[in-house]
T-cell receptor, first 117, second 108 residues
Framework: EAQVTQNPRYLITVTGKKLTVTCSQN?????MSWYRQDPGLGLRQIYY???????DKGDVPEGYKVSRKEKRNFPLILESPSPNQTSLYFC????????????????FGPGTRLTVL | LAKTTQPISMDSYEGQEVNITCSHN???????ITWYQQFPSQGPRFIIQ???TKVTNEVASLFIPADRKSSTLSLPRVSLSDTAVYYC?????????FGAGTTVTVRA
């Protein structure tokens, strides 16, 4: 089954304790990205990746890191989490359109609910 | 980055048609206009996509004027299960902007 998986689905942690949220897709998509969703603010893009070893900042990258060593995986790293990073996080992936200048339909994972105390 | 503007919320009744308009003034020439639906605690899912004029699929229609600065998602004969948040997606190069979305509430 074609899907985007995220782990863990729920996480409660404390300020400053490094954590990683994994994201994996089995559709051979070039493009992957991370979003956070907060009440009233919709989905805001954190980081995105156009392909292996190619990443760039979205609208809200502060406090996050990413890596893309393999095409299927795109982990989100919080080196020193803070309470303002408490949020619902979504990973998404897609093909790039022919010509590679824009993205195709986004497929989203189930979400990771993170609480930082 | 091209930003989108949508109404915050809309109310409707079962069987009615719901139209949601999104403004995307800075859309790039090669970008498509895409709409997504999101239920609580789930990831958004694709509804419909278009480049210009009108596109229709089994769940919705999308109307795009010639200048492409806006688009209108039309949901025909909504049911209670159509209660959700609807996002129009704007993209510039590889950076995507979903905005705050429109919460559609369908009542019996």
């Amino acid at each position: 089954e074609a899907q985007v998986t995220q782990n863990p689905r729920y996480l409660i942690t404390v300020t400053g304790k490094k954590l990683t949220v994994t994201c994996s897709q089995n559709m051979n998509h070039e493009y992957m990205s991370w979003y956070r969703q907060d009440p009233g603010l919709g989905l805001r893009q954190i980081y995105y990746s156009m392909n292996v070893e190619v990443t760039d900042k979205g609208d809200v990258p502060e406090g996050y890191k990413v890596s893309r060593k393999e095409k299927r995986n795109f982990p989100l790293i919080l080196e020193s989490p803070s309470p303002n990073q408490t949020s619902l996080y979504f990973c998404a992936s897609s093909f790039l359109r022919s010509g590679g200048t824009s993205t195709d339909t986004q497929y989203f994972g189930p979400g990771t609910r993170l609480t930082v105390l | 980055l091209a930003k989108t503007t949508q109404p915050i919320s809309m109310d409707s009744y079962e069987g009615q048609e719901v139209n949601i308009t999104c403004s995307h003034n800075n859309i790039a020439t090669n970008d498509y206009i895409t709409w997504y639906q999101q239920f609580p605690s789930q990831g958004p899912r694709f509804i419909i996509q278009g480049y210009k004029t009108k596109v229709t699929n089994e769940v919705a229609s999308l109307f795009i004027p010639a200048d492409r600065k806006s688009s209108t998602l039309s949901l025909p004969r909504v049911s209670l299960s159509d209660t959700a948040v609807y996002y129009c997606l704007s993209a510039r190069d590889y950076k995507l902007s979903f905005g705050a979305g429109t919460t559609v509430t369908v009542r019996a």
